[in-house]
């Protein structure tokens, strides 16, 4: 039977990320909105309390916990600013987890230090501007010559594409469409041949940086090769099977943080005479906002659990990230509704909410591409 009472660690780490959010992330999060500022130095001050390293046990610099603490890190980030929340989880779950779950002993100790301190910040790149839920028509391409490789090709919609200090780059080694095709590289920042292209200018998400990489003519020494040549594809699915776990964690943050506003606000906005709090229509909202939660964070809690029994969460992290996602939207836009005209302004955190979670439902696998995995996964019985 599946126990998600919160443990010791679980509450002194809430606690912790609680009070360093309030701290040193809440005052300036509407400027770092406004301005699509990435704050660097505080994934410094982060990687230095072991928010950046989470997962990667403690021999080669991480804090040693498992999804369920890490669950609980993205969620109280989040519940201040998503952007972020998210910056924490691509680094954490994506390139530092992508070199985790399939670098050699010599490569972690390489690049995880630096990566579980915050020293370095990690990008992964898999979309591309032709090819983003069909990664298998990617277009990104390397050759080998002698013991490198040479890369050639863009990457888009990278988080960190501009800032990070290594990069997990999936290009294509074989032919077009064939899904063992495709091979995992690591690239450092400073490489000749690799650059930072087009920033993008986001919706929401704007303090958490996303840009494109581009590669001409890259050269890779031969021992950055992830796992074996033509496995990229199929590492980046399993890779994409934890980071499902992230998005769904970010989701439960922003529509946590939504939430708790909304009460806030519902019981000190007076109304005829009463809160607004009083009325059944704002009443049965709150009710079915924290009802949606709760069974996101359920889905997305029982998927953390697999996922540290090692068990396969291809389809549960699917169900937590489809619906995780899609709820975060519809509570963001109806704490909105309830703060009426104030939510509609920046001076309620609300109407971030809202431009934050949409990309909830599009990032790691749109909504569409949950619901084909978790049909995929059924079928197959």
């Known amino acids: 039977m599946m126990n998600f009472a ?28 406004e301005t699509q500022h990435f704050p660097r130095e505080l994934f410094t001050k982060m990687g230095e309390l072991g928010l950046m390293g989470v997962l990667v046990p403690t021999e080669y610099g991480g804090s040693g916990f498992g999804y369920l603490e890490y669950y609980t890190v993205i969620t109280e980030v989040t519940k201040v600013c998503s952007s972020i929340g998210l910056s924490i989880a691509a680094h954490n779950s994506l390139c530092t987890g992508h ?30 501007p032709n090819t983003g ?8 391409v390397a050759h080998k010559e002698g013991n490198e490789w040479v890369l050639n090709g863009t990457k888009c919609w990278i988080t960190h594409g501009k800032s990070g200090d290594v990069a997990v780059v999936i290009a294509r080694t074989g032919a077009v469409g064939d899904s063992h095709g495709m091979t995992s590289f ?16 986001k919706l929401g998400m704007r303090a958490s940086e996303t840009a494109e990489m581009i590669f001409d ?11 074996q040549v033509g496995d990229g594809f199929v590492q980046s699915m399993k890779v994409l099977d934890g980071g499902r776990i992230s998005i769904a964690a970010l989701s439960c943050g922003i529509a946590i943080g939504a939430y708790e506003a909304s009460i806030k606000y519902a019981k000190e906005r007076h109304q005829f005479n009463q809160p607004i709090a009083n009325f059944q229509g704002i009443s049965f909202k709150l009710a ?22 090692g068990e396969k969460v291809t389809k549960e ?59 995929r996964e059924l079928l197959k019985g």
């Open 6 to 33: 919160s443990t010791e660690n679980q509450k002194m780490i809430a606690e912790t990320v609680r009070d360093f959010a309030n701290k040193n992330i809440r005052p300036y999060m509407m400027d770092w909105d």
């Open 99 to 128: 070199i985790l779950q399939f670098g050699t002993e010599e490569q972690k100790k390489r690049w995880l230090p630096k990566l579980a301190t915050g020293e370095w910040l990690g990008a992964w790149g898999l979309t591309e």
């Open 133 to 140: 839920s069909d990664a298998g028509n990617m277009k990104c």
């Open 186 to 201: 690591v690239v450092e920042r400073g490489t000749p041949g690799f650059s930072a292209g087009k920033k993008e200018n």
């Open 217 to 227: 003519n890259c050269r890779i020494p031969e021992t950055n090769v992830l796992g």
């Open 288 to 309: 079915d906002m924290k009802m949606k939660i709760e069974a996101a964070e359920l889905l997305t809690l029982q998927a953390a659990d697999m996922k540290n029994r």
């Open 317 to 375: 992290s699917a169900y937590a990230k489809y619906y995780a996602s899609e709820i975060c939207v519809q509570v963001a836009e109806d704490a909105i509704q309830i703060h009426g005209g104030y939510g509609y302004t920046k001076d309620f955190c609300v109407e971030k909410f809202w431009r934050d979670s949409k990309l909830c439902t599009i990032g790691e696998g749109t909504s569409e591409i949950q619901k084909l995995v978790i049909a």
